[in-house]
T-cell receptor, first 114, second 110 residues
Framework: DAGVTQSPTHLIKTRGQQVTLRCSPKSGHDTVSWYQQALGQGPQFIFQYYEEEERQRGNFPDRFSGHQFPNYSSELNVNALLLGDSALYLC?????????????FGSGTQLSVL | KNEVEQSPQNLTAQEGEFITINCSYSVGISALHWLQQHPGGGIVSLFMLSSGKKKHGRLIATINIQEKHSSLHITASHPRDSAVYICAVRYGGATNKLIFGTGTLLAVQP
């Protein structure tokens, strides 16, 4: 049973470019949440997707957008990259309504913006 | 002020020591998670608590809902316990998002 998988593991971009990160949830999970973790900080909630729609959103600009596919996998897109977007991007999957279950995270995508 | 505060931020211990990491939060929650993050990024869920105490091997987690406080204890610490330990809370109601603390960097020396 595969856990949460993310790709790519590392990515280097330059300012102004656009990036797409991908996440496949754990088998049986239908909800995907994305987090940004800056160096030395705890993860910050970006948004959550369920039934191909954004359910909740954190305090991130519209440059951050996402998508969920019918197979529950998800993409995070960031446009007009800034140096400050350099961070570890984590994906977590869960089953909607199961607020009390353990969390499952991917290993993350390390994004460096030069 | 962060909604979720952890202490200490950094902790160095000798192998075999008993370790305590603390987490305080500011409003009522539905659940609290303790997570472990090793260098390279991967996060592993250790515990989910809504009340009381849980134990898994050498790890013990407690929560006091009235005091809005949780602790993670590691007994007989080992160098392989070296990692960042993160507390995350989920608030009640319809929201499903997590609020994370900034983490405690633990280094256990042999």
């Amino acid at each position: 049973d595969a856990g949460v998988t993310q790709s790519p593991t590392h990515l280097i971009k330059t300012r102004g470019q656009q990036v797409t990160l991908r996440c496949s949830p754990k088998s049986g999970h239908d909800t995907v949440s994305w987090y940004q973790q800056a160096l030395g900080q705890g993860p910050q909630f970006i948004f959550q997707y369920y039934e191909e729609e954004e359910r909740q959103r954190g305090n991130f600009p519209d440059r951050f957008s996402g998508h969920q596919f019918p197979n529950y996998s998800s993409e995070l897109n960031v446009n007009a990259l800034l140096l400050g977007d350099s961070a570890l991007y984590l994906c977590a999957s869960s089953l909607l309504g199961q607020a009390y279950e353990k969390l499952f995270f991917g290993s993350g995508t390390q994004l460096s913006v030069l | 002020k962060n909604e979720v505060e952890q202490s200490p931020q950094n902790l160095t211990a000798q192998e075999g020591e008993f370790i305590t990491i603390n987490c305080s939060y500011s409003v009522g929650i539905s659940a609290l998670h303790w997570l472990q993050q090793h260098p390279g990024g991967g996060i592993v869920s250790l515990f989910m608590l809504s009340s009381g105490k849980k134990k898994h091997g050498r790890l013990i987690a407690t929560i006091n809902i009235q005091e809005k406080h949780s602790s993670l204890h590691i007994t007989a610490s080992h160098p392989r316990d070296s990692a960042v330990y993160i507390c995350a809370v989920r608030y009640g109601g319809a929201t499903n998002k997590l609020i994370f603390g900034t983490g405690t960097l633990l280094a256990v020396q042999p």
